[in-house]
C-alpha cells in the first residue's frame, strides 16, 4: 500500500495521484509545513461594527474586480444575502490565490491561511478574513463543508493529473459545489436541493476547467482526465504542448456536452430555493454557462482564445432568465 504522501504527492508534476479524503488532505498539509493544524483557542473581544462594515466592503471590491458575471448575479440577491454571500465567494478568491499566485512556499502559505480560517476568531485584520468569520458565526456554516473547501484548494499544490472523472468530479465538488452547500446556509433551500447544488457546483468549474485548458497547461497542470484523454487518442503531453487538432476538438466537444447536461440537470434546483434567491442563482448559473457557447463558437481554441461574456451578453441574457425562473 502507497503511503500518505505518495498518494497525494506522486513522484512528479505528470504522475496521477489518488484525492484523499478531506481531513487527510489538510493533516498531509500541515505535515508538510510542520504547521499545528489548529490555532486561536483564546476569546478575541468583537471587532467594531465600523471594521466589520469595511471589510465587507473591501470584499465588494474583490468581486466586482475578479468576477464581473458573479458580481453581476448577487445584486438580484436581497442586501443582507448578498454581503454574505460576496464575503464568502471573496474568502474563496483569496484562499484560491494563495496558492496560483504565491510568489514564496505555496504550502506554508496556504496552510497558514487555512489556520486562520478554521480558528474561532479572526487573529489578523486582513478584511476578507474578518468578514468570512463575520459571516460564518451569523450563519454558522459546517465546520466539515469548510474543510472540504479547503482541502480542494490543497489539492492544487499535490495533484496536477486526474486519472478518472469521478477523481475530477471530487476535485469540482469541493472546490464549486461545497460553495454553492455553503451559498445556502446563507440563501437557504428545501429539502432535496442539495444534489442540485452539487452538479451546478460541477458544472460551474467544468466551465472553468474548459475555459482555462492553455492556462493551466502552462501551470503544468491537466486536468482533463486521463481517461478522457484516452478516449480520443491524446496524452497529457499533448496538452502541455498545446496540440489543438480533431482530436483535441473531439475532446472538448466531448467535455463540454457534458458539462451543458450537468447545467440542465441542476435547474430544477432553483425553485427549491426561496423566492428571493432563486434569480440571482439562475443568472449566475445561466450566464456563466455563456462561456460555453463562446468556447463553441472559438472551434474550441482554449490555448489562443479566452471565451467570456462581454456585459452587453450578460444582459441580454437576463429577461430569458428571468422569465424561466417565472415558471417555478
Known amino acids: ?26 493533516a498531509l498539509l500541515f505535515h508538510l509545513t510542520e504547521l499545528p493544524p489548529q490555532v486561536g483557542f483564546d476569546e478575541h473581544p ?4 465600523q471594521r466589520i462594515a469595511e471589510a465587507y466592503r473591501r470584499c465588494e471590491e474583490i468581486i466586482r474586480e475578479s468576477s464581473k458575471s458573479f458580481f453581476l448575479s448577487t445584486q438580484f440577491l436581497p442586501a443582507k444575502k448578498r454581503r454574505a454571500v460576496r464575503a464568502f465567494y471573496a474568502f474563496c478568491r483569496v484562499t484560491d490565490d494563495t496558492v496560483d499566485q504565491a510568489t514564496g512556499d505555496a504550502t506554508r502559505a496556504l496552510a497558514e491561511w487555512v489556520q486562520q480560517a478554521r480558528a474561532a476568531h479572526p487573529l489578523t485584520d486582513d478584511p476578507v478574513l474578518l468578514a468570512w468569520h463575520d459571516t460564518r458565526k451569523i450563519y454558522n456554516l459546517p465546520a466539515a ?18 486519472a478518472t472523472f469521478t477523481d475530477l468530479w471530487l476535485y469540482c ?64 503531453d499533448d496538452i502541455l ?13 466531448f467535455e463540454v456536452e457534458r458539462t451543458y447536461r450537468l447545467y440542465n440537470e441542476s435547474w430544477p434546483g432553483v425553485g427549491l430555493l426561496p423566492p428571493d434567491s432563486r434569480f440571482g442563482v439562475a443568472a449566475a448559473a445561466r450566464v456563466y454557462q455563456g462561456i460555453l457557447d463562446n468556447l463553441v463558437a472559438n472551434d474550441y ?12 451578453e450578460k444582459l441580454v441574457r437576463l429577461p430569458r432568465i428571468w422569465l424561466d425562473v417565472q415558471k417555478f
Not at 241 to 253: G, I, K, Q
Open 145 to 162: 463543508l469548510v474543510d472540504e473547501l479547503l482541502a480542494g484548494m490543497a489539492m492544487d499544490l499535490t495533484i496536477h493529473r486526474y
Open 301 to 312: 481554441d482554449s490555448y489562443t482564445k479566452r471565451a467570456y461574456l462581454t456585459l452587453r
Open 46 to 49: 468583537p471587532q467594531p461594527p
Open 173 to 236: 465538488y469541493r472546490v464549486a459545489s461545497v460553495v454553492g452547500l455553503l451559498s445556502m446556509g446563507v440563501t437557504g433551500a428545501a429539502p432535496g436541493a442539495a444534489p442540485y447544488a452539487i452538479k451546478i457546483g460541477v458544472a460551474l468549474q467544468m466551465t472553468n476547467i474548459l475555459r482555462d485548458v492553455g492556462e493551466d497547461a502552462r501551470r503544468g497542470r491537466v486536468y482533463l482526465p486521463q481517461e478522457d484523454l484516452e478516449r480520443f487518442g491524446l496524452t497529457a
Open 1 to 26: 500500500m502507497k503511503s500518505l504522501s505518495s498518494l497525494a504527492l506522486g513522484t512528479g508534476a505528470s504522475s496521477i495521484s489518488q484525492p484523499l479524503p478531506a481531513e487527510e488532505q489538510l
Open 241 to 253: 504542448n498545446h496540440v489543438y487538432d480533431e482530436r483535441f476538438r473531439s475532446l472538448m466537444r
